[in-house]
C-alpha cells in the first residue's frame, strides 16, 4: 500500500502528527509519505488528511482566507478519510459551540453529523491524561491526552460512537471520518495513527 498522508499545517501541534503517521506507516508496512497541508494545491496532491490539535478558531480562519477549507470539504465529500484531534474535531463538527462563552461564529468543515462543545473538560489547567478503552483498537487500553479538550453532545445518525470517558462521547467515525477529543499523537504508540490510515483501505 501506498499513501501521502497531509496533516494541516496552518497551526498547531504539526510535527507530532507526522511523527506518529511515518512510524504508523512503517508498522503497517506501507510506503508512503508524510506532507505538510498549507493551500488548495496541497489538498490535491494527498490521499489522506490529519486535522491536528491547536487553536481551532486560528486554524479554521486561516483556511477559509486561503480557499483550504472549501479543498478539503470537496475532497471528503469525495471519500478523502480525514481525522481531526481536539481542535481538529471542533473543525469537523456540523455545529460548535464553547461551554464558557456559548455559541461561536468560527469557521467550520461542517462534514461530520455532530455537535462539539468546546473546552469541555476545562482550561488549560485541567489537562490530564486517561486510560481509554476504545474497542476497535482492541482490548489493550489507550493513553488518551486531554488537553483543553472537547467533547460531542450530540451525534447524528450516521455518526458512531468509538469511546467515551465518564459517560461523554469523545471519540466518533462517520464513515470516512474519524474526530477524537484526544490527542494520539501524545500517546507514545500509533495504534490510532494505524486505525485511522486502514480508512484508505
Not at 478539503?72 to 481525522?83: L, N
Not at 481536539?86 to 456559548?102: E, H, K, P, S
Not at 493513553?143 to 479538550?149: A, H, L, Q, T
Request: hydrophobic share 45%; aromatic share 6%.
Amino acid at each position: 500500500m501506498k499513501a501521502v498522508v497531509g496533516v494541516l499545517a496552518l497551526q498547531g501541534d504539526v510535527e507530532e502528527h507526522i511523527a506518529a503517521t511515518h512510524l504508523a506507516l512503517e508498522r503497517l508496512g506501507w510506503q508512503g509519505e508524510t506532507v505538510w497541508v498549507k493551500t488548495p494545491k496541497d489538498v490535491e496532491r494527498i490521499d489522506t488528511l490529519i486535522v491536528p490539535g491547536g487553536e481551532s478558531t486560528v486554524m479554521a480562519g486561516l483556511a477559509t482566507f486561503n480557499g483550504t477549507i472549501m479543498a478539503i470539504k470537496d475532497r471528503v465529500r469525495r471519500g478523502m478519510p480525514i481525522m481531526g484531534t481536539c481542535a481538529g474535531m471542533i473543525t469537523l463538527a456540523t455545529r460548535a459551540y464553547d461551554r464558557f462563552v456559548g455559541e461561536t461564529s468560527q469557521p467550520l468543515l461542517g462534514v461530520m453529523d455532530m455537535v462539539v462543545e468546546r473546552n469541555s473538560f476545562g482550561r488549560q489547567r485541567e489537562s490530564f491524561e486517561a486510560d481509554l478503552a476504545i474497542p476497535a483498537l482492541g482490548e489493550r487500553s489507550f493513553k488518551g491526552v486531554f488537553i483543553r479538550s472537547p467533547a460531542v453532545r450530540e451525534v447524528g445518525q450516521g455518526v458512531g460512537v468509538l469511546s467515551k470517558y465518564n459517560g461523554t462521547i469523545i471519540a466518533v467515525q462517520q464513515q470516512n471520518m474519524i474526530a477524537t477529543a484526544f490527542h494520539p499523537e501524545l500517546s507514545g504508540e500509533t495504534r490510532f495513527h494505524e486505525f485511522f490510515l486502514q480508512l484508505l483501505k
